[in-house]
């Protein structure tokens, strides 16, 4: 297995997750928003450190302030989808570290 996700990559999707909802979007954004959103969550589940990162960079360079954002009448709100995914990766990520949840599964055992 490749690297797992570190303590620095966790806070740097933690950063950017409560700004996403806000961001002025498109229809299609939130599609591909929505999609790397699934595909982090996806190597989050699977502890896959470089992934995690490549998806984090993805995310970031999405963001309004890093492209030029047309708003218009065709901006849309985050769907629902979109929106719980979000929700579902703040409270992971805000937990326990992967690991101290692995490790201390069995702990309280007798």
Do not use: C, F, K
């Not at 297995?1 to 002025?24: H, I, K, N």
Request: zero cysteines; hydrophobic letters at 40%.
């Amino acid at each position: 297995m490749g690297e797992r996700v570190s303590a620095y990559q966790r806070r740097r999707v933690l950063d950017v997750l409560p700004l996403v909802a806000d961001w002025p979007l498109t229809m299609s954004g939130w599609e591909y928003v929505g999609g790397l959103l699934a595909w982090l969550e996806d190597a989050l589940l699977r502890d896959d450190g470089p992934e995690v990162g490549r998806l984090a960079s993805a995310l970031e360079a999405a963001s309004p302030s890093r492209i030029h954002v047309r708003v218009s009448a065709q901006r849309a709100e985050p769907p629902a989808p979109v929106r719980d995914r979000l929700n579902r990766l703040q409270e992971t990520l805000a937990g326990p570290p992967l690991e101290d949840v692995r490790e201390g599964s069995g702990d309280d055992a007798e």
